[in-house]
C-alpha cells in the first residue's frame, strides 16, 4: 500500500528565516504534487514533479525530487507571513488506477 | 475559465437524511475525483472517475456511499441514510487527462462541501 509521510507536521518560524518541509513516499511513484492549502479554502496546485531530479521554483518556494531516495522536499526561503498555510505533498502512481495518496499536511505559521 | 464547481458550499442535516453533494468538473477534463478531508484521516480519495467511467471506488467507506457521473459535467456524491461520521468537507477535483507518463497536469480541486450531520 502506498504511504506517504509528511514532517514536520507542525512549523513555526520566523520570518526571513529558511525552513524545510520533508515528504517520503513507500512505493515507487511516477508523479509527485504539493499543494497549498490556506484555512477554509481549496488546494491550490504548487508544483508538478515528474522525474529525478526534478526542481521546481516559484518565489519563495522551491521543490525538489529524488525518486531513488523516494523522498521530495519543499524548500522556504526567507519565509513570510503570506506562505502560512497548509502545504501537503501527494503520490500517484500511474499503474494502479490512479492510485492517490496524500501526506497528513504540515501546517506552516511565519510570525513577524 | 471557470474552476471546478461545487454545491452546495455548506450542508447542516440530521443523521438518517439523504445527502447529495454536486459537482461540475472544468470544461475538458476527462477525469473527475472525489475526497473527503477529516482532522482524524486527512484527504481520503473516494472515488475516481475517467471519461464518466468509475474507475477506483474502493476509498468509498460503504455502501451507504455512492457516485454517479451522469455526463461529461456533471457528478454527484450521495450518503443515503447519512450519520454524523460522514461530517467532513468533501471536494471534488478534475484534471484534464487521465495519468499519462510525462504528464504534468495537476488535479484542479473545488472549495469544497462542509458536510455536518447532527
Known amino acids: 500500500e502506498l504511504k506517504v509521510e509528511q514532517n514536520p507536521l507542525f512549523l513555526s518560524m520566523q520570518e526571513g528565516k529558511n525552513y524545510t518541509i520533508y515528504c517520503n513516499y513507500s512505493t515507487t511513484s511516477d508523479r509527485l504534487y504539493w499543494y497549498r492549502q490556506d484555512p477554509g479554502k481549496s488546494l491550490e496546485s504548487l508544483f508538478v514533479l515528474l522525474s529525478n531530479g526534478a526542481v521546481k521554483q516559484e518565489g519563495r518556494l522551491m521543490a525538489s525530487l529524488d525518486t531513488k531516495a523516494r523522498l521530495s522536499t519543499l524548500h522556504i526561503t526567507a519565509a513570510v507571513h503570506d506562505l502560512s498555510a497548509t502545504y501537503f505533498c501527494?503520490?500517484?502512481?500511474?499503474?494502479?488506477?490512479?492510485?492517490?495518496?496524500f501526506g497528513a499536511g504540515t501546517r506552516l505559521t511565519v510570525k513577524p | 475559465d471557470a474552476g471546478v464547481i461545487q454545491s452546495p458550499r455548506h450542508e447542516v442535516t440530521e443523521m438518517g437524511q439523504e445527502v447529495t453533494l454536486r459537482c461540475k468538473p472544468i470544461s475538458g477534463h476527462n477525469s473527475l475525483f472525489w475526497y473527503r478531508q477529516t482532522m482524524m484521516r486527512g484527504l481520503e480519495l473516494l472515488i475516481y472517475?475517467?471519461?464518466?467511467?468509475?474507475?477506483?471506488d474502493s476509498g468509498m467507506p460503504e455502501d451507504r456511499f455512492s457516485a454517479k457521473m451522469p455526463n461529461a459535467s456533471f457528478s454527484t456524491l450521495k450518503i443515503q441514510p447519512s450519520e454524523p461520521r460522514d461530517s467532513a468537507v468533501y471536494f471534488c477535483?478534475?484534471?484534464?487527462?487521465?495519468?499519462?507518463?510525462?504528464?504534468?497536469?495537476?488535479?484542479?480541486f473545488g472549495d469544497g462541501t462542509r458536510l455536518s450531520i447532527l
Open positions: 501527494a503520490v500517484d502512481v500511474l499503474y494502479n488506477n490512479n492510485d492517490m495518496r
Open positions: 472517475f475517467n471519461n464518466n467511467v468509475p474507475i477506483d
Open positions: 477535483a478534475s484534471s484534464p487527462d487521465p495519468p499519462q507518463e510525462y504528464s504534468n497536469q495537476p488535479q484542479h
